[in-house]
């Protein structure tokens, strides 16, 4: 069911699936839904936001723990972005950028989840950051703007039906991480 949830809000945001949908696409009962998932279609939205903020954490401080250096960090995370884009044949963007953008200001459960993730994953680019020698400033303004641009390139990526914006947004990444290394 989460998986089945996760791949409809990257193609459409939250607003833009039903239950009837995720139903039928994960094969699951309706009765099984409500029995799992109580809070309905918000606590499915959570639990997808928070699946999925683990993993990517996750993946940000494998990455940095193996001792690349930043503008290889940088490189890795947009060209496995733009693969991700790709693989989905663009149809697809972040779930998490896409969720955020279509939830209401009543779905606080989800509110909660995207502003913990996004905090989570910026915690750990921010990391990774000031182990490579940028300052504890530095690394946090790097880390937001790396956030930015990493979900920026996932909506551009679908718009344009393209890969360009993720090396794009890499190059951008490097040359800022550049100048913030030296400050």
């Not at 999925?52 to 290889?72: M, P």
């Not at 693969?83 to 909660?112: H, M, Q, T, Y």
């Amino acid at each position: 069911m989460l998986t089945a949830a996760s791949g409809l809000f990257r193609q459409r945001g939250y607003e833009g699936i039903g239950i009837a949908e995720r139903l039928e696409k994960s094969g699951a009962a309706r009765r099984s839904l409500y029995f799992h998932f109580p809070g309905g279609k918000e606590q499915i939205g959570a639990e997808v936001i928070n699946g999925f903020a683990i993993r990517t954490a996750a993946r940000f401080r494998e990455l940095d723990e193996s001792g690349v250096d930043l503008e290889t960090f940088i490189v890795s995370v947009f060209k496995t972005t733009a693969k991700e884009s790709k693989a989905c044949e663009f149809d697809g963007s972040c779930p998490i950028a896409a969720i955020a953008a279509g939830f209401g200001v009543d779905n606080k459960l989800l509110a909660v989840a995207i502003r913990d993730c996004f905090a989570a994953w910026e915690a750990a680019i921010a990391q990774a950051a000031r182990t490579r020698g940028m300052t504890e400033a530095n690394a946090a303004v790097f880390a937001s703007a790396f956030l930015a641009s990493m979900e920026g390139a996932f909506v551009l990526s679908k718009a344009q039906r393209s890969t360009a914006p993720h090396l794009n947004a890499s190059r951008a990444m490097q040359a800022l991480a550049a100048a913030l290394l030296v400050n």
